[in-house]
């Protein structure tokens, strides 16, 4: 069962990422003027990220609704409390065997106390934590596209398992099997070899955005904006992990509540007459974000359906980001979203008829190795769990 509700989040999150892909690469081209005068770019990605968490926040609840279960409370749905969990007849408490309702020391039966690590306001501190960094990462990552090359920028994004396990360990004191670092460490060198050995000339952005990269000051204010923004990426990915493993939530929950307020500051930042912020605001001073996207909408409205795309496309794929956190972890989710874009482009390989290098080979090769690595260890774990649980229910039916 482990094993096919990986497979299903993987294909989800391929399917769903590859149609996002392609929206957003639409979105980033200029669209023509109603009138037929001319085109212009897109430039609000905070409505994007606005619609797109709306609508995040609209399937989870909808996917919480449909599989909510008889006599259960909307607060316990959504996360927000818990029933009170009570020790079964015949069943240990503390210790001690329970039957009909008594113990061996002919007390009365024993009642689990409430998980007391559960509060409601330190768990909504964690969503809105991960909400304000998801808010602000995206737009650092954006702005490094300004300094320096798009190859660069995806070098240092392909090692975002890096910073993943390191933000779990700094913020949270996490520690991992001996393998875990060993897939990190071959996934993130694959991948790193794959796009070195790849055509450098391809992903540039112009003439000018070149002559900019070239400066050393440029340089180093976008390697800034990168490292900001994987920094940001990898406090949001431990802290995740750090709510499954201290709060009793469903990754639908999870994603709920997150891009709920997500919403919310999007919504709040795109009202506001905002001053001229480099990065976070980069429009004109006093002018807001949504007055300049309804303008935009109204004499290209071609940019409708793209952005429509867009938002589905990535609420749905968050169902199954947000299924594989809650199973299997932040690490195997960098691993899945590393690895599609590798996939992507083996595939383009196929359509297309491209020819790789022999480091890219050796690159993709690498990072197979890893995830076989991976896939080959869960599964022990999986048997090994397997045989502990049918041994835990022989022992209960015993007593």
Not at 154 to 163: A, E
Not at 307 to 329: C, D, M, R, S
Request: aromatic share 10%; net charge positive.
């Amino acid at each position: 069962m482990s094993f096919i509700r990986l497979i299903t989040c993987v294909v989800g999150v391929y399917a769903m990422f590859l149609l996002w892909a392609i929206a957003q690469e639409r979105l980033s081209v200029p669209f023509e003027r109603i009138d037929g005068t001319g085109s212009d770019k897109f430039k609000s990605p905070l409505i994007m990220g606005n619609l797109q968490s709306a609508l995040s926040s609209l399937s989870a609840l909808t996917y919480i609704l449909i599989r909510r279960k008889k006599g259960e409370t909307l607060a316990q749905s959504v996360g927000l409390a818990h029933k009170p969990e009570v020790t079964p007849a015949g069943a240990k408490a503390n210790g001690t065997a329970v039957q009909n309702g008594k113990t061996h020391h002919g007390k009365k039966e024993h009642y689990e106390k409430p998980d007391t690590r559960y509060a409601v306001k330190t768990l909504l501190l964690k969503y809105l934590q991960c909400s304000v960094w998801i808010t602000c990462a995206a737009p650092f990552g954006f702005a490094a596209l300004s300094y320096i090359s798009y190859p660069a920028m995806v070098l240092g994004k392909s090692c975002k398992l890096v910073p993943v396990m390191i933000m779990n360990v700094v913020l949270y004191r996490r520690k991992f099997a001996p393998h875990k670092y060993l897939v990190v460490g071959m996934v993130t060198t694959g991948i790193t070899v794959f796009m070195y050995f790849g055509d450098q000339k391809k992903g540039g952005h112009g003439k000018a955005s070149n002559a900019i990269s070239q400066t050393l000051y440029a340089n180093l204010i976008g390697i800034t904006y990168l490292l900001i923004n994987l920094a940001l990426d990898g406090a949001i990915n431990s802290t995740q992990d750090e709510i499954f493993s201290r709060h009793k939530v469903t990754g639908q929950q999870m994603m709920l509540w997150i891009n709920l307020f997500c919403t919310g500051i999007s919504t709040i930042l795109s009202v506001l007459p905002l001053p001229h912020i480099p990065v976070i605001h980069p429009s004109a001073s006093g002018q807001t974000e949504l007055a300049g996207f309804l303008a935009f909408a109204r004499t290209h409205p071609s940019m409708i359906v793209p952005l429509v795309q867009f938002a589905l496309t990535g609420a749905l794929g968050q169902l199954f980001i947000f299924e594989t956190l809650q199973h299997f972890g932040s690490l195997t989710l960098v691993t899945i979203t590393l690895t599609r874009k590798l996939f992507t482009m083996l595939l383009s390989v196929i359509v297309y008829k491209h020819t790789l290098t022999g480091g890219q080979w050796l690159g993709a090769a690498v990072v197979f190795a890893g995830i076989s690595v991976e896939a080959l260890v869960k599964r022990k774990d999986v048997h090994a769990k397997r045989v502990i649980q049918e041994k835990e229910k022989a022992k209960i039916k015993s007593l």
